[in-house]
């Protein structure tokens, strides 16, 4: 599934130039011709590319649908495995090119017959039987098996499969799902997914959304089969297999997963109680809770972050109680709600980091007005101010201070330009308009001109647009 551009709107004459400022990339016209790229080229890349990750996707397609079968055996970290995507060609595809960075390929099918294929850097160009006429569906089955390693960059650090003590766990964000499956990593191409992971007998295996059923076993291994119905961008895709004690309840009719590593010392039942009110306190701010399940997993690795995957968000540690409610708004705002661009990841950050500001003025805490009175005092020369929140930079963008805390900062001065009604209103209209979508920030500022009827964009241009600290 593809969502429309925040580009293609008609755009007010401000958001129009908001948008020049923030995603120049992004106003490519539609109606380029199709190019003909030699073999392990991009083929039909007619929209802009992520200009942080230039080589990632392909919109020459659109997936429907992941079904990922993984075989995996902790004790050698073996995998093996059989990903099947249902695609649909938006033109016709001589050949076409997925994203993957995983073990040898062993097999590539469409539709049933063997197509040729190539790799070369991230991308893995296909080359089916018989050109994929445009508008029709098509099958693209890819056998494969190896170890499977994660991306280690100097500047994001430790993401895609990690291999654990116990199993492994995949954190995708940015661009590590090419690590174990092949896809179109593009964050406009949501699908949905299905996971049926097959491990030793006694080891857990988890994903994002429901389990089909209970695990089948035979043969001393066992299959467990999840679902995620509600569209999912790649990089939010979870696996978890190893050793865990699971929780389940349900929260207002919505099952609420955890899982607990049993070698962690310590509460095994806080991550489950503070999800669970972390989710019933975001619906009262956010408005529904766009998926079919919530929990969480603590699984011990050296990533050294939390990932809000989709409808599971995975820690490395026990997390504090900030870090459930981080985590959690990312449900509403990432997840449900998704940039178009990784250049608007504050639109991710920085609501999540207001999502704690909020929580702590409701709990007892410092007023978000009063977080944000403590940032404002650092000095104009602090690097905390070096860089543009609402474009840090590849490699600056989970830069904590200028993507997550100047990001909060700017919806606090938001909010205190626009007044709480106006401002709470927005939170609510932000997730009901876009659910399951793809925004920009042109998009929030519209939305907030058109609740608010104000003029937005200097308070934009100064919060976002700017390396320097704003002047109030
Ligand atoms: N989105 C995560 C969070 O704020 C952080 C992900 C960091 N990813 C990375 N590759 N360093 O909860
Ligand atoms: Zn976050």
Not at 167 to 177: I, R, S, Y
Not at 391 to 398: K, L, V
Request: charged content about 20%; hydrophobic content about 35%.
């Amino acid at each position: 599934m593809t969502s429309r551009e925040c580009a293609a709107l008609a755009l007010s004459v401000t958001c129009a130039t908001a948008l020049f400022t923030a995603a120049p990339a992004s106003t490519a016209p539609a109606t380029a011709a199709p190019v003909v790229a030699p073999l392990g080229g991009d083929q039909g890349q007619t929209r802009a590319r992520d200009p942080y990750f230039p080589l990632s996707g392909n919109q020459g397609y659109d997936v429907q649908h992941y079904d990922l079968g993984l075989d995996f055996t902790p004790a050698s970290h073996e995998l093996a495995a059989e990903a099947t995507i249902t695609a649909r060609a938006e033109r016709r595809l001589a050949r076409f090119t997925l994203d993957y960075s995983g073990p040898p390929i062993q097999r590539i099918t469409v539709d049933g017959r063997e197509a040729a294929y190539r790799r070369e850097g991230q991308k893995l160009t296909v080359v089916p039987a018989e050109a994929l006429r445009p508008g029709r569906d098509f099958t693209v089955q890819v056998r494969y098996g190896g170890r499977p390693e994660p991306i280690n960059d100097p500047a994001l650090g430790l993401y895609g499969w990690i291999n654990t003590d116990d199993g492994a766990v995949t954190l995708n964000e940015p661009d590590g799902a090419r690590t174990w499956y092949p896809v179109n990593d593009d964050l406009r191409d949501k699908a949905t997914y299905t996971f049926r992971i097959t491990t030793p007998t006694g080891v857990t295996a988890l994903a994002n959304g429901e389990p089909q059923g209970r695990p089948r076993a035979g043969n001393g291994r066992t299959t467990a089969t999840w679902t995620m119905a509600k569209p999912m961008a790649s990089y939010l895709a979870m696996v978890a297999i190893g050793n865990f004690d699971v929780t389940r309840t349900q929260v207002d009719g919505i099952p609420n997963i955890t899982a607990y590593d049993p070698a962690i010392p310590g509460d095994d039942s806080f991550l489950h109680s503070a999800t669970a009110a972390a989710e019933q306190w975001g619906v009262t701010k956010f408005g529904r809770y766009p998926f079919d399940s919530m929990g969480g997993v603590i699984d011990p690795s050296d990533a050294g972050y939390a990932l809000e995957t989709q409808s599971r968000p995975v820690y490395d540690s026990p997390p504090d109680e900030s870090a459930v409610v981080h985590e959690s708004a990312h449900q509403w705002f990432g997840d449900s709600v998704t940039p178009t661009s990784w250049q608007d990841i504050w639109l991710n950050e920085g609501f999540a980091t207001y999502a704690e500001w909020l929580w702590q003025e409701e709990h007892g805490g410092p007023s978000a007005q009063e977080t944000f009175d403590g940032l404002y005092a650092t000095p104009a020369g602090d690097p905390f101010w070096q860089l543009k929140t609402g474009d840090p930079g590849r490699d600056e963008m989970f830069n904590y201070d200028v993507v997550y805390l100047r990001g909060a900062m700017t919806l606090q001065e938001l909010r205190s330009t626009i007044g709480d009604d106006a401002f709470f209103r927005l939170l609510r209209e932000w997730n009901e308009r876009y659910r399951y979508g793809n925004v920009g920030t042109c998009d929030l500022i519209r939305l907030a001109e058109e609740i608010s009827h104000r003029d937005l964009q200097p308070l934009f241009q100064a919060w976002l647009y700017t390396a320097a600290k704003p002047a109030r």
